[in-house]
């Protein structure tokens, strides 16, 4: 197998696969504790589809109606931790 590498090589301590309410809340508990104890922790969230939700995510189609991919109580939960977690 070959890969096309169109950027530079980067080094990173930590790579999270996928970027959903689970990887999200994880890069932000890495981003807490980089500030307090691991000042030079790099991190990279790497994604498929370009943008974040996984699971969670929607799409709108060219006839402007939205759909959403994941359990709508799912998203109950998350709205709760997502509020939770930014202190609002």
């Known amino acids: 197998m070959t890969f096309d590498i169109k950027h530079p090589v980067q080094r990173f301590n930590v790579i999270i696969i996928g970027s959903g309410p689970t990887a999200l809340g994880a890069a932000q508990r890495l ?8 000042p030079k922790l790099s991190i990279v969230i790497l994604e498929q589809n370009g943008k974040p939700g996984g699971l969670a995510s929607s799409e709108r189609d060219d006839q402007g109606f939205s759909g959403t991919w994941g359990d709508m ?5 998350m709205n709760t931790l997502m509020t ?5």
């Open 31 to 38: 981003l807490e504790l980089m500030n307090r104890k691991f």
């Open 73 to 77: 109580s799912f998203f109950l939960i």
């Open 84 to 88: 939770r977690s930014i202190g609002a």
